[in-house]
T-cell receptor, first 113, second 112 residues
Framework: QQQVKQSPQSLIVQKGGISIINCAYE??????FPWYQQFPGKGPALLIA?????SEKKEGRFTISFNKSAKQFSLHIMDSQPGDSATYFC????????????FGAGTILRVKS | NAGVTQTPKFQVLKTGQSMTLQCAQD?????MYWYRQDPGMGLRLIYY???????DKGEVPNGYNVSRLNKREFSLRLESAAPSQTSVYFC???????????FGNGTRLTVT
């Protein structure tokens, strides 16, 4: 199975709050988990990524938390800003699948000022 | 550097018409991809080219063909467009499979 399930579909957060987006997968062969950010009218761009040998990765206000046993990973955006308003996609890939990315359905984040 | 350039940005077709979406990258990347993005379905891989001279099907290849013209260019052709192909199409590239993808800004296609 090569599905990645993402939730919620949309999210509204107040400025300064924490945005949390969750993803779950079934295939334990996945070995790379990136998050992409997409602004309207633009293509997605890599935001942050993690491999299953670590449980957390932080880059500025963005953190990926990874739970290997639960087969879940999440994106946390601390101190959310209006400029963070975008669509966020989680994804996963595995060597056995030629490292091709399988994307979640996306989460539309709106940060209210 | 322009990165990944897609043309056209917008296109309206009638059912049964054909067209080719163009993609070019100037980053000397080896691998190139075509995705479609539909609401609530994320990005789904149509075709990809792991290296110049090779192409392979992705998740949703039916109704499409591709050509890896050279290392820079990877085109997507719709031979007989259908309303179900109404979507936003993204081209992406990477130096090698497993490294981050660089996306173009998409082609919004409507088939009536």
């Amino acid at each position: 199975q090569q599905q990645v399930k993402q939730s919620p579909q949309s999210l509204i957060v107040q400025k300064g709050g924490i945005s949390i987006i969750n993803c779950a997968y079934e295939n334990t062969a996945f070995d790379y988990f990136p998050w992409y950010q997409q602004f309207p009218g633009k293509g997605p761009a890599l935001l942050i990524a993690i491999r299953p040998d670590v449980s957390e990765k932080k880059e500025g206000r963005f953190t990926i938390s990874f739970n290997k046993s639960a087969k879940q990973f999440s994106l946390h955006i601390m101190d959310s800003q209006p400029g963070d308003s975008a669509t966020y996609f989680c994804a996963a890939s595995m060597v056995e699948y030629g490292n091709k990315l399988v994307f979640g359905a996306g989460t539309i984040l709106r940060v209210k000022s | 550097n322009a990165g990944v350039t897609q043309t056209p940005k917008f296109q309206v077709l009638k059912t049964g018409q054909s067209m080719t979406l163009q993609c070019a990258q100037d980053m000397n990347h080896n691998s190139m991809y075509w995705y479609r993005q539909d609401p609530g379905m994320g990005l789904r891989l149509i075709y990809y080219s792991a290296s110049e001279g090779t192409t392979d099907k992705g998740e949703v290849p039916n109704g499409y063909n591709v050509s890896r013209l050279n290392k820079r260019e990877f085109s997507l052709r719709l031979e007989s467009a259908a309303p179900s192909q109404t979507s936003v199409y993204f081209c992406a590239s990477t130096l090698q499979q497993g490294l981050p993808l660089h996306f173009g800004n998409g082609t919004r296609l409507t088939v009536t």
